[in-house]
C-alpha cells in the first residue's frame, strides 16, 4: 500500500508490487524484509478476490450508523500506550 506524502496516511489502494509475483527481488533486504516482501504472492490476489467475493464491506462511518449504542453488550475499552524509541529505557549490553 502507498503513504499520503501529505497526511502520512495509508492509501486504501494496494500497490501492484503487493500482487505481482514476478517482481524482481531486491537482494540487499534483510531476510525479515524479504519474507514480508515475497512470501504468499503468489496467491495474494487470489485471496482478496475470494475475500471480496465471500463477505460484504461497508466503510466505519456506515457501520456506526447501524449499531444500536444504547443495546450494545459486553463493549471492550482497549488503551494503547506507545513508548517512542528515544524514551524506552537503553538496555545494558553484557
Known amino acids: 500500500m502507498l503513504n499520503d506524502k501529505t497526511t502520512g496516511l495509508r492509501d486504501e489502494q494496494p500497490a501492484p508490487r503487493d500482487f505481482n ?12 524484509r524479504k519474507f514480508k516482501s515475497y512470501v504468499g ?18 466503510d466505519i462511518a456506515t457501520a456506526e450508523k447501524q449499531i444500536d449504542w444504547n443495546n450494545v453488550r459486553g463493549v471492550l475499552k482497549i488503551q ?8 524506552r529505557p537503553k538496555q545494558s549490553q553484557h
Open 80 to 87: 494503547i500506550i506507545v513508548i517512542a524509541r528515544e524514551e
Open 21 to 32: 509475483a514476478g517482481q524482481p527481488m531486491i537482494k540487499e533486504l534483510p531476510l525479515s
Open 41 to 58: 504472492l503468489k496467491s495474494a490476489l487470489s485471496k482478496l478476490d475470494k475475500y471480496l467475493a465471500d463477505f460484504s464491506f461497508i
